[in-house]
């Protein structure tokens, strides 16, 4: 499902235009600097926690050496922060069935 699709599917579900339903999508799900509300709160290290759903948060990732697998060459790969979806409980039960 793209997020088009899932604009029809909100519209048809709650009964409201598609355009309003797409605008809603992207007040929480943009990811443009200082948009979307998901990514405003993982930008400030906060986590995002959607009760029966899951939380998304950030985790850090540090520095280390790799190889570069075409010539064998040893890399410096720098520390980063990435982001971390951990599905709730009702989530994974409902999948795994």
Do not use: C, W
Request: glycine share 8%; charged share 25%; net charge positive.
């Amino acid at each position: 499902m793209n997020k088009t699709e899932m604009a029809q599917k909100l519209a048809k579900k709650i009964d409201m235009t598609q355009a309003a339903a797409a605008e809603i999508i992207d007040a929480i799900f943009d990811t443009d600097p200082g948009q979307g509300i998901i990514a405003v709160e993982l930008d400030a290290g906060e986590k995002v926690t959607i009760s029966g759903f899951g939380t998304f948060s950030t985790k850090s990732r540090s520095a280390r050496k790799g190889r570069n697998p075409a010539t064998g060459a040893e890399i410096s790969i720098p520390a980063r922060k990435y982001v971390h979806f951990a599905p709730a409980k009702g989530l994974k039960d409902r999948v795994s069935t």
